[in-house]
């Protein structure tokens, strides 16, 4: 039976942080569902600013105007509360965690969502001009530019989740290095492996034109050698230094 306390109790704590990531993140819908429309207004300029004056975009569906803002602003509320979803993590599992762990876990937490910030302003910024101007430009004559909006949607929310992830490259090197799983050394001499891996997930997760997809790999590197920077203050402790760290803890 009191083995059993402590898995129900776990559950429950479980469920409570589940619950308050849930409510973060319809909370937020709540409070921009109202802009809806201006939202996905704001998300279509990027396309509509590269289209000829008689083109515009399209719905389909019969119900595509109603559902793709709100679809849209459903995502974008649960990328504004990735902050409030990271930490109940974080809290979940903190009491779980050694001194040395959580010195290192919190950081990480908070760079993780930066840098996830930072991979889509860089998509919609930098890349979407770009990618959006060369498919305009480049339309056999005679044929009208009118992209369906959930179609559009779809493209968008794919490069988002595409270049949030990559961006998080620097997280992994410096987990990797840390839990031991390699080294700063041994990713060094990867180099070129990972520079051709670099270009096949940029062909992977990208649509299929060489300008994205170098536009994804190129930052890739760059953080890539960003992680190996970082990796160097995060060096794995020895097992005798670790274990004595541990019992100075629980002490």
């Not at 004056?53 to 109603?66: C, G, L, R």
């Not at 649960?78 to 959580?102: C, D, N, R, T």
């Not at 559009?152 to 799983?181: D, M, Q, R």
């Amino acid at each position: 039976m009191s083995d059993q306390q402590p898995l129900i109790s776990h559950l429950m704590e479980l469920r409570t942080r589940l619950l308050r990531a849930v409510g973060s993140i319809l909370l937020v819908f709540a409070c921009l569902a109202y802009w809806a429309n201006d939202i996905y207004n704001y998300l279509s300029q990027p396309l509509l600013g590269v289209m000829p004056e008689s083109a515009s975009m399209i719905a389909t569906e019969v119900a595509s105007p109603f559902f793709a803002p709100f679809k849209l602003t459903l995502v974008l509320s649960f990328f504004i509360a990735i902050p409030v979803v990271l930490y109940q993590a974080w809290a979940f599992i903190a009491p779980g965690l050694y001194k040395h762990e959580k010195r290192l876990v919190m950081p990480l937490l908070f760079s993780s969502t930066i840098l996830f910030y930072a991979g889509i302003a860089f998509a919609y910024y930098l890349v979407f001009p770009v990618v959006f101007g060369f498919f305009t430009s480049v339309a056999p004559e005679g044929v009208q530019i009118a992209t369906d909006i959930n179609s559009y949607l779809s493209f968008v929310l794919k490069l988002f989740f595409a270049f949030g992830v990559a961006f998080e490259i620097p997280i992994a090197v410096v987990l990797l290095c840390w839990t031991g799983a390699t080294s700063v050394e041994s990713l060094k001499e990867k180099r070129p492996y990972i520079i051709v891996g670099a270009f096949v997930i940029g062909m992977a997760l990208t649509p299929p034109d060489v300008i994205s997809q170098t536009m994804l790999a190129v930052p890739m590197l760059l953080l890539f050698e960003a992680g190996l920077v970082f990796a160097r203050m995060y060096q794995p402790k020895d097992d005798e230094e670790e274990e004595q760290s541990d019992a100075e803890e629980r002490a």
